[in-house]
């Protein structure tokens, strides 16, 4: 009586957050592709979508896409061969355990008829064969410690559930003969931690053998052209599909950044962590805020998170989309003017014009806030009273860069320099010229050296250094110079 | 037997990725042999201008690689070549900076000490294999075919440290290419910037620069742009794709990277250099190539 009440309550706790996550799906969304939606909309379009799956074409790329992702899980055994034998492990005798032991009145009575053995030793090489995974799991993350697999308590609390569910069996098993009282113990055990499993099941990692096998599916089928709503509703899914399982972070271009910063959120992995709870609540802290724009900003877009997402998420797409919320929030970001903004230039077509300005101008208005325009000066004496010893120190510090005071003003590096060649009327354009912000710098001008225009424009293409006849490392300086610019506004 | 590392950096394997299965095929062709490290992460580049330690420790964790397999890297993109450069020139000059890095490569059980030599493929090509050896493998030498060389600044300058090659009358590039047959064109820009460290920062101002130089070539009368760097091919190929229809460009310059030159003057199929993976078309190429008169 208990049990059954138990078993009802359980199904209906986990149908509910079945129902509530599936729902998420098509009430949240996340970065630009779900602007101007609702979710009638996404829920029509998902109809639409699947409604055209059924062709010969789409059916076997899923088909195939069943096979060789969800079943046999290549992705994972290209990437990590202990790390596949662990879930193959796990996935096929647990798989097994559902369906022969868990559900058995339903799939196994019906076909083998009072089919019943005391020590059944199926069950128990299953179970063995799942404790045998789990041990490789706890071993990689404790042991081995895989570089950058940080284990979450949700981490944690999915292999101490299976822990319980399959040492409890299996003591279940072996008690079973022995002692009847101690076996009704343990039996209760085993009824709880797995109901328990089952009713939070979607509220945990394990809802992943839900959502992965839908990703996977998912992406087999769509690409960037396929209908924004769609891929609104698949991004937020893919939320659900990802099983922190660190290959990202494991494979990410920056990941030295991210050990030498400190700031989490510039691995992926982390990242799709943080946005879990971010989809729901988009009321953040500053300071968490700026974390997620410098990490989700810090990323060349080389494309290796989505090759190796065993779960097929397509992290270039979310990483673009969720980019272009993130940065046009409250907070500037300063990594927008460094070659990480390639990819966004790159694609700016595919984004509103006027929206693409906006984090732009904010950073920039930022930057050169301080600085007086050459023309705007001519009239008026520069003070030297605002004169910054801490600028010179810090150039004349590292090597290269204190050769800002050989410069005799010869102008050289602002003849040739492509910018100032590009601008009828440079200074209004740029504020100074190369020459000028190298002699701000001798004169310690901090707020005209850091925030002129120019400095914000400059190429790198290094045509002022190499032409210098005083050998000042001009671009080395700009460099430098925004560096300490960058600190200055953090 | 030639061997180095190769690099690719983070553009290439994402976006142009014929540059790096064009320098494969020639590469083994011309009897170089290439060794991957799936453990190379992204240069450095883009962190030069707002922090310098971790733009070195990026570099430099990529060279201790490379030296912990004793080999030399052999670097596709002319900006990762420039960032590697520069950061081995910084730690080299100031010890403080190189106990630093070393502290933080100890954790990985790796150690920068400069022994990994740093080349750039163009000069791997010119210097080690040499335009003797290169002129016996072409085949299928161009004719009347006039090539814009394009040599990318941060390979060129700063010359003190990249030493790539003359930093103001260079003609490594040019070199190269005429022993294709091509011919390579004189035209005023040719050393300037092509723009693409300022896009997504000043798109208008990337796309001026692009824009001048392509217009140089066409009235230099050059029929493509040859670069040796994916940030350069992704300009002039890409970027000068938006630009016909934002700018209504009256031209089109293609552009290619070297190895699709080279590969084609030594018969190799244009689908072994990913002819076809380029935004503007340079299947055209192939019908420079000198017909052999049958009698």
């Known amino acids: ?490 | 037997m030639m061997k180095y590392t190769l690099f690719v950096g983070c553009n290439i394997p994402a976006r142009v990725q014929q540059y790096e299965l064009a320098a494969r095929s020639v590469a083994a062709e011309l009897g170089i042999e290439l060794v991957d490290n799936p453990e190379f992460k992204c240069c450095g580049y883009p962190m030069q201008t707002s922090d310098n330690k971790t733009f070195l420790l990026m570099a430099a964790r990529n060279l201790a690689l490379a030296e912990k397999e004793g080999l030399d890297l052999m670097v596709l993109c002319k900006c990762c070549f420039g960032s590697l450069k520069k950061a081995a020139h910084q730690i080299q000059l100031d010890s403080r900076l190189r106990d630093e890095v070393n502290t933080f490569l100890a954790d990985e059980g790796l150690k920068y000490s400069g022994t990994a030599e740093i080349k750039h493929f163009l000069s791997v090509l010119y210097h080690d294999v040499g335009l003797k050896d290169i002129k016996e493998k072409i085949i299928d030498p161009f004719t009347d075919l006039k090539i814009a060389t394009h040599y990318g600044c941060h390979a060129l300058r700063p010359s003190d440290v990249t030493r790539f090659d003359d930093p103001v009358r260079p003609t490594l590039f040019d070199e190269l290419v005429k022993v294709t047959g091509a011919k390579s064109v004189d035209w005023p820009l040719q050393l300037e910037c092509c723009g693409a460290p300022l896009m997504g920062v000043n798109d208008s101002l990337s796309m001026d620069l692009a824009e001048k130089k392509l217009a140089d070539c066409n009235r230099a009368g050059a029929d493509y742009v040859c670069v040796g760097c994916p940030y350069c091919q992704m300009q002039f190929d890409r970027v000068q794709q938006m630009m016909v229809s934002e700018r209504e460009l009256s031209y089109k310059i293609p552009s290619f990277v070297y190895p699709q030159l080279l590969g084609l003057a030594m018969g190799i199929p244009g689908r072994s250099l990913g002819l076809e993976m380029n935004m503007l078309d340079i299947t055209t190429l192939e019908s420079f190539i000198e017909k052999e008169t049958e009698n």
């Open chain 1, 1 to 490: 009586m208990v049990y059954k009440f138990m078993v009802y309550i359980a199904l209906l706790v986990f149908g509910i957050g079945l129902t509530y996550n599936l729902s998420n799906w098509f009430r949240f969304s996340i970065g630009i592709n779900g602007e101007g939606t609702t979710p009638w909309t996404r829920v029509r379009a998902a109809f639409k979508g699947i409604g055209g799956l059924f062709t010969k074409e789409q059916l076997s790329v899923m088909g195939n896409a069943f096979v060789q992702q969800i079943l046999l899980q290549k992705h994972i055994r290209e990437q990590d061969r202990l790390r596949w034998i662990m879930h193959m492990l796990i996935f096929t005798a647990f798989t097994f355990l559902l369906i022969f032991h868990a559900l058995d009145k339903i799939i196994v009575t019906p076909l083998f008829n009072r089919f019943y053995l005391v020590m059944n030793p199926w069950l128990i090489t299953a179970g063995l064969i799942v404790l045998a995974g789990l041990s490789i799991a706890l071993w990689r993350r404790y042991i081995l410690k895989v570089p950058r697999l940080k284990t979450s308590g949700m981490d944690l609390y999915t292999i101490i559930i299976l822990f319980v569910i399959i040492l409890s069996g299996l003591f279940m098993e072996i008690t079973k003969l022995s002692s009847y009282d101690y076996y009704q113990k343990i039996w209760w055990v085993h009824i709880i931690a797995c109901l328990f499993g089952l009713a939070y099941l979607p509220f945990s990692k394990m809802f992943h053998m839900i959502t992965t096998p839908l990703s996977l599916l998912a992406n087999a089928v769509m690409d960037e052209n396929s209908d924004p709503a769609n891929i609104a509703t698949r991004q937020v899914m893919e939320l659900d599909a990802c099983t922190h399982c660190n290959t990202c972070s494991r494979h990410c271009s920056v990941g030295v950044a991210r050990d030498n910063l400190g700031n989490d959120n510039i691995l992926p992995s982390e990242r799709m962590k943080f946005l879990k709870e971010y989809v729901a609540d988009k009321n953040i802290s500053t300071r968490k805020l700026r974390g997620i724009q410098q990490g989700i900003t810090l990323c060349t877009n080389c494309d290796r998170c989505t090759v190796v997402c065993p779960a097929g998420i397509n992290l270039r797409e979310l990483w673009f989309s969720v980019r272009e919320e993130m940065i046009r929030r409250e907070q500037p970001v300063d990594l927008m003017m460094t070659p990480f903004s390639y990819f966004r230039g790159l694609n700016h077509q595919r984004i509103d014009q006027e929206q693409y300005d906006v984090p732009l101008a904010s950073i920039k208005n930022v930057l050169t806030a301080d600085c007086t325009s050459a023309p705007e000066l001519a009239d008026t004496p520069i003070v030297l009273a605002q004169e910054d010893d801490a600028l010179t120190k810090a150039l004349a510090h590292s090597g290269r860069t204190e050769s800002f005071a050989y410069c005799f003003s010869c102008e050289n590096c602002s003849t040739v320099c492509p910018v100032v060649v590009n601008y009828a009327d440079s200074q209004q354009n740029l504020d100074l010229l190369p020459h000028q912000i190298i002699r701000s710098v001798a004169l310690g001008l901090k707020d005209l050296a850091t925030g002129s225009r120019m400095l914000w424009n400059c190429l790198t293409c290094y045509q002022c250094q190499e032409h210098c006849p005083q050998g000042v490392k001009v671009t080395d300086i700009f460099n430098k110079l925004k560096t300490v610019s960058v600190e200055d506004h953090k």
